[in-house]
């Protein structure tokens, strides 16, 4: 288990441009050799890749060691490139299509942004073999920004009351907790790049920050 801080080209938001699982990291195939370096205590094969054309692969897809739920606008080899790891893919489309801003998801559980329609819930059940609850996180539509979840932990916006952390707990049958990175972000998920084994945050997070992170996460 280990944690460590760093940037893409200077930008600590580092959750933006890959997403991890049990079974692979996605990452953008034009990040900075020192994010790419960062990634090798998640201990999974990590896979360069692009969505729609997009470097933004944190944003645009959610994941578990199951399946990938990705924009409709993707390329075919962007999702062949998926499936070749053994992944069911999904497409979702529309104003949803940024899904791991929508997403947040496990092996256990996952939460979804409340206005997704019952064929998008389906499918994106199907695709990754859990129950999908749509639920608001900290007053957000968006839950997948909002939480960053492992097969371990979790960690929740800053502002999500303890009853909905009873909830999240629940769902993804994982322990976690309340943060913020990067300084006072609270939209986790895109400060983070995070399996069981490992985290990586972004390089303006504090210490404290970090400390509480990792132990959300169940990494200390």
Do not use: W
């Not at 996605?26 to 090798?40: C, E």
């Not at 399946?67 to 998926?82: H, M």
């Not at 609850?133 to 371990?152: E, H, M, P």
């Not at 895109?190 to 972004?202: K, L, M, P």
């Amino acid at each position: 288990m280990e944690v460590s801080k760093t940037t893409n080209f200077g930008n600590p938001h580092v959750g933006l441009f890959a997403r991890a699982s049990e079974r692979i990291v996605a990452v953008d195939s034009s990040v900075s050799p020192k994010l790419a370096k960062s990634l090798s205590p998640l201990g999974v094969e990590a896979v360069n890749i692009t969505l729609g054309n997009s470097g933004m692969v944190g944003i645009f897809l959610s994941m578990n060691s199951n399946g990938a739920v990705v924009p409709s606008f993707c390329e075919q080899g962007e999702i062949d490139s998926l499936k070749k790891r053994g992944l069911n893919v999904s497409k979702i489309s529309g104003r949803f299509s940024a899904a791991g801003n929508n997403i947040s998801a496990n092996d256990f559980g996952a939460i979804a942004n409340p206005m997704l329609s019952r064929e998008d819930v389906r499918k994106i059940s199907d695709c990754l073999g859990v129950e999908v609850v749509q639920k608001r996180v900290a007053g957000y539509l968006t839950a997948g920004s909002c939480l960053l979840s492992t097969n371990k932990g979790f960690m929740a916006h800053n502002r999500a009351s303890e009853e909905e952390l009873k909830e999240l707990k629940s769902i993804l049958r994982v322990d976690g907790q309340n943060c913020t990175l990067n300084t006072g972000v609270a939209f986790v998920s895109i400060c983070a790049i995070a399996n069981s084994r490992a985290a990586i945050f972004g390089e303006s997070s504090t210490g404290f920050e970090v400390g509480r992170a990792a132990g959300a996460l169940d990494l200390i």
